[in-house]
């Protein structure tokens, strides 16, 4: 038996007995103090509970005085036809049930039983079409029928029925207030349950956490007899009580005695550890020694174990070991080469370039010097090994590497550059990295040589074959501090190069890269995107001559839950690029028209909505189909309505986009040219297409107000006018524009002025504080400035 296990033998059964006497004298302490901490967490779990039910019965009654208030209720009791009180005034009523629950998923029923307790209206919310009233819920009806009170509550539960706390009040019918108790025959009675789902939740999780059942009882809690046993009062006359089983605190005890064991034999072997530690230090030297010697080697701080002069067992010890780091250094040698060349090239493959590359960064970083990073891909590769075959494309591949490393070679001597690194990192991918001298063009030099192999295709044996070469260029530390980031961003490059054509180079470009990813992250959302959580639509009031609000345009916002507010003059492009903006015209659609009664209501029955429609969209008859059918299923006049062509409109109309406009016309819709003036439109457009308005553009209208400049304004609405068209002039933003534009003949003005566009709630309450109010008065509340010209859209 060596020294060191005669000393562990000694050592530890004396430390293991010392820590076992402290356990003990620690479990002792302890365990009162389990036990009353179980005591205090159940008496306030308890509570908690309690809680829990109280807040449920509040609710249930504040959901009852709520209907019992509401609008709805009454004209529901007043409406003498059945039928129309069943369909339009049952589903108003049912919204006003479902306005008072807080969560939509939470169970509650509404009953409405007449004086002889027989159903006049039932509602819950839950997932059963034919749902009634339960025979809980009557029985709790008949009992206050027969009873003295007005008013009762009660918590029902038992097998086959749903847990619930019901509130029921009788109400004169006439006045929708308590009635006497000699009125209760002729009394209506209200009747709301509630499933307690967190109250249920917690009672089942306390019963599974304690093994025992919670007694919900009438009456006062009594002082429960038992161990750790605890009661609550629950409100109005009922009680929760519960008697944990013992096991379990018997079971926390268990654990507290496992784990002091299991503590006094960690810390025994740990002192048996450092105890150990210090002996092996002081007392057996020579083992320590040879430790030194091997770790040496390990991290090459020598190249041979030097012989201990001993002839015991660490003497033998150590000339075995030496031998044994003789042979592994020399397979060592033949699995690194084998492993760290590419066999078909005999370049670094990706794995040594990765370990010596990344020695040469952070050299570079230490150092504060520079390197560029050169990502090589061989274009049109694969349609040379398709064609003429792998040996071929082979034979390519490993001409190119034989070049590339003769032409790095000449240009690092020419520029005394050392430690230049050239890799083939997979199939037609290629990698440089080399340190950069300061003020030097050497990185574009070597990038041009490397190019000019491929300038009239690729020799090899005799025969040129159609191959280029993108290269794309990444510097340390200013692209990466890291060989996976400069890697990364030469990639990036090396595409940037191959999308402007190939056969050339480029620099990593941080702005192109943010924009690319910024472009990827607006394409995802948008697949993804759930329109009616994430659009919503403002209105921009249009005001006549008289000072009144005449129509509204409606411009779409988009509020990402990723990407956070996105303006439309940035997803817009996308969107139509994509081909993914179809689903939002649809969605505009769709919501502006059903808005249009209510704006209607705010500002007349002529009242028209102006809906902004990408005329991309427009050479598909299946956005006109749908105008026509959101009208006629929201009984909304087509004279109401206003399309107006975006910007991307075009002066030459194709004939599928002409019929489309036309089929539009024909059925009532109005016609508006948006941003006349903006470099889209022309004066072609005013006198080809028969359009009902043409809107003047922000930019437009800010250079024609101006004194030298009004008669041209005078003339673009005396030829507008001449068309028989109206005149919008959109940014009206001073008193002095206002009055040009009113001079030169202007029909309506948008512009913060007046407003900024808003969503419909904001809009009413605009809509009541400049009721009947003249032009002159209609200034914005806002007073901030007009944010920057952002594209309108629908």
Known sequence: MTLIKRTSLLIFPVVLLGY??????????????????????????????????????????????????????????EEQNEGYRSAALGVRLQQSVKSLTSDPRKFVSFALLKPDLTLSYYFENSDDPFATIGASQRENARQLQDGSDVMSWSFVEGEGQRPLIIYSQFIDPSTLNPPIASAKSRSMLLQSAIKPELFLQMRDELEREYHAPIIVSAGTPVKPHGFLSASVRLGGGISATITPDPVRLDDSLSRLRMLLGL????????????????????????????????????????????????????????????????????TLHLVQKASWTDPLTGLSNRAHFSVIGDKLVRSMIETRDACALFFIDVDNFKFVNDRYGHKIGDDLLKCLADRITVTVGEIAGNYWVANTIVARLSGDEFAILMPTPAHTDMVERLADRILGLFSSGFEVGGERYPVTASIGIAFCPTDGAT????????????????????????????????????????????????????????????????????????????????????????????????????????????????????????????????INISSAELHSAAITDHIVERLHHYGVKPRSVEIELTETFAVSLGEQLRQNIQRLREGGLRIAIDDFGAGYTSVQQIIDYMADTIKLDRDFVRKLTIDEMQPTLRAVNALCHARDMHVVAEGVETREQLDMLMEAGCDYFQGYFFSKPRQMDDLQVWALRHANEPLASLVSADKAAPPKRRRKTA
């Open 263 to 330: 503590g006094t034999i960690i810390l025994a072997l740990a002192s048996l550890w450092l105890l150990t530690g210090l002996i092996r230090r002081f007392v057996i030297q020579p083992i320590t020694a040879l430790d030194e010697g091997v770790t040496a080697i390990m991290t090459d701080a020598r190249a041979e174990i030097l012989g201990s002069g001993g002839k015991g067992e660490i003497g033998r010890l150590t000339e075995n070991i030496r031998l044994m780091h003789e042979k592994s250094q020399q």
């Open 20 to 77: 076992a006497v402290a356990a003990l004298l620690v479990y002792l302490v302890e365990s009162k103090a389990v036990r009353d901490l179980q005591e205090a967490k159940l008496a306030q779990q308890l509570d908690h509970l309690a809680a829990l039910f109280d807040s449920d019965l509040n609710q249930s009654r504040t959901f009852l005085y709520g209907l019992a208030d509401s609008s709805a209720l009454r004209l529901f009791i």
């Open 483 to 610: 060989l996976t980031s400069l890697i990364a961003n030469a990639d990036a490059a090396m595409y940037q190069s191959k999308s402007t054509g190939k056969n050339r180079f480029a620099y990593f470009s941080r702005t192109i890269e943010e924009k690319q990813h910024r472009i990827r992250q607006i394409q995802d959302e948008l697949r993804i995107a759930d329109l009616d959580e994430q659009f919503h639509l403002v209105y921009m009031p249009l005001i006549d001559r008289q000072g009144k609000v005449a129509g509204c345009e409606a411009l779409v916002r988009w509020r990402s839950p990723v990407l956070g507010p996105v303006g439309p003059d940035e997803f817009v492009p996308i969107a139509e690029s994509y081909g993914l903006f179809a689903k939002i015209d649809f969605w505009v659609i769709d919501k502006a028209i059903s808005d249009c009664a209510r704006l209607q209501a705010m500002f007349g029955p002529e009242t028209v909505v102006a």
